[in-house]
């Protein structure tokens, strides 16, 4: 009861002041339209800006290139669907302006009756990730031969040679650390460089596939719809009926 009562008596704001602490962690809380409503130091500092005011009321368009802007709000509609996305991996936007990859999650935010009524998420950036996982470096090797080498066959026995570690302890990091098995980051990567290529390029879909990795247009196809919510096809439509 004394547990309960100290809560009660906590503001949202002292709770949500803690990812000020976090100098790692991105942090943001959106509206039903998809701008910024509050979120931590280390976003204003992502984006560019030096103040709070200077990013409440904005939205990703307003931070980011237009097809990774359109790939976040197109997220963010499938959370306020009722959707959750966990350690996503996807491109973003590094301090120099650099693409870079992160670890997303995002979850609806909900009112005291339970209707969804905004989105929050929190996003790390993977080398930062990388770099707390261990002195010797056992994954960042990996990590780096996956996004450089993703357009070709890769094995998890390539990746263990490349590590200097065995199959099974490199799959054991990778589920410890990343929560995925080398191959699920492999495929992730891959999904994330055709996502861009849709938007980036008149590429035919097939030979989009072919150049991020995938021999198959239809596994290539089902993985996109399982990760993204829908086939590469329509996605693509979707995103130059925006342009």
């Not at 704001?13 to 910024?36: H, P, R, T």
């Not at 963010?76 to 966990?86: H, L």
């Not at 191959?183 to 990567?189: I, L, S």
Request: proline content about 3%; hydrophobic content about 35%.
């Amino acid at each position: 009861m004394k547990c309960e009562s100290i809560l009660e008596q906590v503001s949202t704001q002292q709770l949500i002041a803690v990812f000020d602490l976090l100098s790692d962690i991105i942090f943001w809380v959106k509206d039903e339209s998809g701008c910024v409503v509050h979120c931590n130091r280390e976003f204003i500092k992502h984006v560019g800006c030096r103040s709070l005011n200077q990013v409440v009321g904005r939205s990703d368009m307003d931070f980011s290139p237009s097809y990774l802007a359109k790939n976040y709000m197109r997220d963010d509609k499938r959370v306020m669907a009722g959707e959750t996305i966990t350690d996503r991996l996807e491109l973003n936007i590094g301090k120099s302006g650099e693409l870079v990859w992160f670890t997303t999650s995002k979850r609806p935010l909900k009112d005291s009756t339970g209707k969804i009524i905004g989105t929050y998420g929190v996003a790390r950036d993977l080398k930062e990730t990388v770099k707390t996982l261990s002195c010797m470096d056992k994954l960042k090797k990996p990590v780096e031969y996956i996004k450089n080498n993703y357009s070709h066959p890769i094995t998890v026995e390539q990746l263990a040679e490349v590590a200097s570690l065995s199959v099974s302890a490199l799959e054991r990091r990778f589920k410890k650390h990343l929560e995925k098995t080398p191959m699920q980051f492999v495929r992730e990567v891959r999904l994330e460089n055709s996502r861009r290529m849709l938007v980036e390029t008149q590429s035919p879909i097939s030979e989009i596939a072919y150049r991020v990795g995938f021999t198959s247009h239809s596994y290539f196809s089902r993985h996109f719809k399982d990760m993204f919510g829908q086939l590469p096809a329509t996605y693509r439509d979707e995103v130059q009926s925006q342009i």
